[in-house]
């Protein structure tokens, strides 16, 4: 399977999984495509480990493979916001059982990152930089954490977060700037040997 | 000892001013560098997306043979079907053996039928055609 294949955007992910409950084997795949990553990417934030991070979101798409048939075209959820409300649950449970999850926290992350970029060196400076954010991000509360990935990496809006996080938008605000001026204070120290502050050196 | 900072000798194109701008450039970084999940995944969860819908198109479990009569017995013309042949049954039973039907009748209510299968305990015929007594 490609992960780049070519996907009808205009087509909302609702609309998709009705195809899919009507037996689109297209939409199996669109789907797949757009949906896993994102479940993948969430729950390796929250639990730090690639294998768990599979299983987890496995598990989290199969139960929206299941429920496509009573899924409410018209309802108020999009199936995007109902999975990684299912991710983070299930994630809670995983990390309740086995509490060594998720403190290092992207830890096996940085063995798998493309090699991309114009250099080697700046690949190296970015995975750095990505591994000084994890630490700090590992350091954070669990509720300002989940806001500030959910929100930042995530690209989820406040109102999804909300959703997800079955808490209200005041309340995701407030974990939002409580966890930026946290993550801010941490890696305000590590810019300059990260890099950032070269121009101002010269 | 002074550890010195690592810039690889890059020139950075990020002046960060504020502590946002600073976490800004972090995520920014985290963002482009966005761990994708393997292939191998990806063909696991197409794999089970394929197989539960398959079983959504699934004809429904095949019935035996008995449960599809007793089914076809109480719904539809089956049922229409089968009323209709116990009323010509019934018709037929009353109309063309009604002498016999008497006649057994008379038969049955003198306790002939029953004594004959010796459904009755010992001496109950006796007290039932009163010969003692």
Known sequence: ?202 | MQVAHRNWGLKMTEKPKTEEQVLENFLATERDMRIQPSDDFLARVEADALRVQRSFRAPPKARTAAARGLNFGWSGWGRFAGLTACLVVGVSLGSGFSGQIGAFGDYYLSGGAVASEGLFPTGIETLLTGEEG
């Open chain 1, 1 to 202: 399977m490609t992960q780049h294949a070519p996907q009808d955007t205009t087509i909302s992910d609702t609309v998709w999984l009705v195809r899919f409950a009507n037996g689109d084997p297209e939409a199996a795949r669109v789907l797949t495509i757009r949906l896993a990553p994102r479940a993948y990417g969430l729950a390796h934030r929250m639990l730090g480990d690639r294998a768990e991070a599979e299983d987890i979101a496995q598990e989290a798409m199969l139960r929206l493979w299941q429920l496509a048939p009573k899924w409410q075209q018209d309802g108020p959820a999009q199936p995007a916001t109902w999975l990684l409300r299912v991710v983070r649950n299930l994630c809670i449970d995983r990390l309740r059982r086995m509490p060594a999850l998720g403190i290092a926290a992207g830890s096996d992350a940085l063995d798998t990152l493309p090699n991309q970029g114009p250099s080697a060196e700046m690949v190296l400076v970015r995975k750095d930089r990505a591994l000084a954010l994890d630490e700090a991000l590992a350091k954070l509360p669990d509720r300002q954490r989940e806001a500030i990935v959910l929100r930042h990496l995530e690209g989820c809006g406040n109102a999804e977060i909300a959703e997800i996080m079955d808490i209200s938008i005041e309340a995701v605000e407030s974990l939002l700037a409580r966890g930026k001026r946290g993550l801010g204070a941490q890696l305000a120290s590590r810019a300059p040997e990260l890099g950032f502050e070269d121009d101002r050196e010269t």
